[in-house]
């Protein structure tokens, strides 16, 4: 009976070794399927590559992350005119006008024919 006990003894720790041995085989062509990766979150499902979700691009496309301020600022003009700029504007025409009406004929001449 020793005999017997001691073979279903050793015949037990071969399973043990087997199954071990099977799950780490199983375990790398699982791994190598995935690339590697063990799992992958549903999340990054749903980012696209810029890192916005398609919630944050239809809000954007709206407008509805932006301020009174921010959507005021963008219906302004690139550069504003200021008082300052217009009378500038005023008299740099004039000072043409003068200087057109002091010309002498010899260089109203070469405008007009140049």
Not at 41 to 46: I, R, T, V
Not at 49 to 69: H, Q, R
């Amino acid at each position: 009976m020793q005999v017997i006990e001691t073979e279903k003894a050793a015949s037990s720790d071969f399973s043990y070794i087997g199954l071990i041995a099977l799950a780490a085989i199983g375990f790398v062509v699982y791994s190598k399927k995935s690339g590697g990766q063990a799992s992958k979150s549903a999340a990054d499902d749903y980012v696209a590559a810029s890192g916005a979700t398609g919630v944050e691009k239809y809000l954007d496309k709206i407008g509805a992350n932006k301020t009174g301020v921010a959507k005021y600022l963008e219906k302004q003009t690139a550069t504003p005119s200021t008082g300052v700029a217009k009378y500038m504007a005023k008299q740099i025409v004039k000072d043409r006008e003068a200087a057109a009406a002091r010309a002498t004929g010899v260089e109203k001449y070469l405008r007009d024919k140049g």
